[in-house]
């Protein structure tokens, strides 16, 4: 049973930040289905798990979602919308800290860069893992990261001065 | 208002919700119980990794990909036969469906698996039928699917029934699903068989023009798809239902063959070596990637093909992890959930009357 137990460790190393990862996008309820069916995925490919495997394994998570995003639409995007809720609130009027007035500007930008810009920020990915799980060169997503963080930098002082506008 | 220009990756990063934290997330009893079910349903080795004789390279891409670095679990050597031995012998072995009668016939038997509630009661009822499917050759010839041939619908096990006996033998039960409320009752007890008219054999696609190799064969199941979903990205189970259909059709030998091709170039499929249908006729195993299902969990595809005539003898789903639902009415990993098991085929020239059947004649 030494694969088992390597897979165990395995497992349990990287069960809560794969967990992560899938609730970002789809609240914690579907995200540990999506998590169950990665690592039953890696289980039986687990002779093609890279080292570091992280990345490996969220780009297995990211392809089940995006399959069930096309195969249940429905139950998807209320998930989704869901995990938005929990994450952003509701109401971001009146924002006065900056972590709120960061939420709120990340909610502006294109799906496609908050994935890139929460993949390193809250997933603690380097640049070259994250590519990985994109599917993407290193440099593309170096080039992609730099521009999403300047239009997240700007969307942040927007925001801010809407909220302090709105006050005045 | 001066503001303090600060990193805004290290301020992004500081805002990360609470939920997310890998450290919140850490050790929940599903946590341990999913990997329990992930080791224990996994009964037979993983396939290594080995050169896919019939694909291009570029169809291995992502897997060699993955190969050419360093890999966690070094490969064990196979105790079963390469998965693509399994079909190729299974291709070499089809025949010429012989002279043509008036209609392509096949006989198969369905059985699928539900969880269902009945007052405060929850239990597993198995529906099972009998399917007879007849195929004109030409346009005029009457095609039709029979369905509900010696069809009942039962508690699953004998614990199943008593969950039934305790509701008060309902005549109905309510579907249960992981993913809200599931709308519709199903009705216990026998029912009689249907017929419904299809189209006729060449009238869906040109069976006798259908590519007879593998990559033109996945580039005609591939457009098929898009046009009946519309758009979207074709699914291996998809790709593998349309093979295997094709498998048990009268169409060229070679599109048959490279229908297994098909089979054969779906990411993650493997030997599980011999296994028995829900017959017990004895055949070689192939196992497809698995998939979630509303009602069930995640479940894993078999096929079981018979190694003299290279026909598919079933297609079953084994239960790899229950779902809430699954898990409430006692379904565990290893169940064989699903099954389609293939009783007869060939060409013939009348249809059988079917007495007390619903629907055209």
Redesign the interface.
Known sequence: MA??D???E???AC???V??YA??HVG?QLG??V???T???A?????????P?LP?LLGVARNLLR??R???IR?YELAAATARH???GEDTGGIVT??AA??AA?RTLPESEQEL??L???HGLTPKEAAKVLGCSTATFAVRLHRA?RR??KA?ADT?DAA?GGRS | ?A?AK?D??K???????E?????R??G?P??QR??EQ??S??IT??R??SVRRWLPVGAVGA?AA??A????????QPSFPDVNRVLVDAANKLVEPGPEGTYWETKTRHSSTWPVAAGDRRFALVIEEEREVSLGRKPESKSRAVSGLNAVTRPRTLADEQAWRAAGTPASAQLLS???VREGAVALGQRPPAIKPLPWLSGREDHAGLPKDADGLRRHLTERYREEAGA??V?DAWLVDRARELITSPVAKETRAAAYEVIAGTA?V?SLGERADPLGRKGNAIAL??R?D?ALG?VEQQLIIDPGTGLPLASQEVL??P?ASAASVGLAAGDIVRSETLLGLGWTDQQRDIPGAIGPR
């Open positions: 694969e088992a390597q897979f165990r395995l497992y349990n069960y809560p930040r967990l992560a609730s970002g914690r540990e289905d998590v169950s069916e690592f039953a995925v289980w039986r490919r687990r002779h093609e798990i890279p080292v495997p490996w399959t069930s096309r195969t249940e139950q929990e994450q952003f900056e972590r960061v939420l990340l810009l929460t390193v920020a809250w963080r997240l930098e942040v801010q302090v | 208002m503001r600060r805004v990756m301020a992004l990063a500081d805002a990360r919700p939920a997310l934290d890998p450290e997330l850490a929940s599903r946590q999913d990997l992930i080791i349903a996994a080795p993983a290594p990794r897997v993955v190969a670095g360093i890999v966690l679990f070094a490969p064990t992981d993913v809200g979207g990205t699914s993650g493997r990637p698995t979630r509303d995640l790899v992890v779902g």
